[in-house]
């Protein structure tokens, strides 16, 4: 199980030091410690090169801004998974706040080819969280969405291109008005099973006196892996195995 996070706290970079973009699509910069588009009327996936989720059952999340623009339905800044590391296919939810009337979208793209998954309304404002969820690898694939740890939607794909293969955790855009930018801030991703679902706490660990009378952690849960590349890359971070 692997969790990644980014802050975004580091030098400005065109393109942003440590994520990846389809090379037919835009691309992301860090601009004053967050992550920017670079492209306004295009369509934009980028993942966190370093992090390799172990499993399908996968999440990402992070603060959205709109800045303000004005969006069309199904644009906006959002989030995406099982995003394949040649072909342009992956699960996105794109959102923008100019109305709360069918403003967020869960679309599938194979090979660059977009559907649209389903929508839903909701008002939200720019620094909130957005997380999306996907499960399943049968005949039918889940899609979750939260805002700030709230379920809003849950979507399902049953179609003959559903994406079912494991992959990337990332970031998403699209818009089709030039001037646009979006923000994204504090991301995170991952295991489903080793990040935080919805709203639920994480489990207390059950404590054991030890011979010296100082509580322990029981059990025999294997060592955690962490890793934080270096400061001039800005704040990343990766737990796992």
């Known amino acids: 199980m692997a969790t990644a996070t980014d802050d975004f706290n580091r030098a400005d970079a065109n393109p942003a030091t440590g994520w990846t973009s389809y090379g037919t699509e835009g691309n992301v910069k860090t601009l004053t410690n967050k992550l920017r588009n670079t492209t306004d009327a295009n369509d934009i996936a980028s993942y966190l090169t370093a992090l390799t989720p172990a499993s399908t ?4 999340q992070a603060k959205l801004y709109c800045n303000a623009g004005a969006y069309s339905d199904q644009d906006g800044p959002g989030l995406a998974v099982r995003m ?14 100019n109305d709360a009337t069918t403003n967020c979208y869960v679309h599938r793209k194979n090979a660059g080819s977009n559907a649209v998954i389903g929508s839903f309304s909701q008002s939200w ?8 969820e996907v499960t399943g690898t049968g005949a039918t694939v889940t899609l979750k969405s939260y805002l ?11 179609n003959a291109s559903r994406i079912t293969a494991a992959g990337r955790c990332g970031i998403a855009y699209s818009a089709e008005g030039a001037g646009l930018s979006s923000d994204w801030d ?16 994480p489990a207390l660990q059950p404590l054991a006196a030890s011979a010296t009378g100082v509580m322990q952690p ?11 590349q270096s400061a001039a890359a800005g704040t990343q971070t990766q737990t796992g195995t």
Not at 84 to 97: D, I, M, W
Not at 193 to 200: E, I, N, Y
Not at 218 to 228: E, R
């Open 57 to 60: 059952e996968e999440y990402a």
């Open 84 to 97: 394949a590391t040649g072909a342009v296919t992956y699960y996105r939810l794109v959102c923008h706040n």
């Open 125 to 132: 404002s720019d620094g909130d969280t957005w997380k999306l």
């Open 148 to 158: 700030n740890g709230v379920l809003k939607s849950t979507l399902t794909d049953s």
């Open 186 to 201: 504090d991301w995170e991703g991952g295991d489903i099973a080793s990040g935080a679902t919805g709203t639920a706490a």
């Open 218 to 228: 029981s059990g025999t849960a294997a060592p955690v892996l962490q890793a934080l």
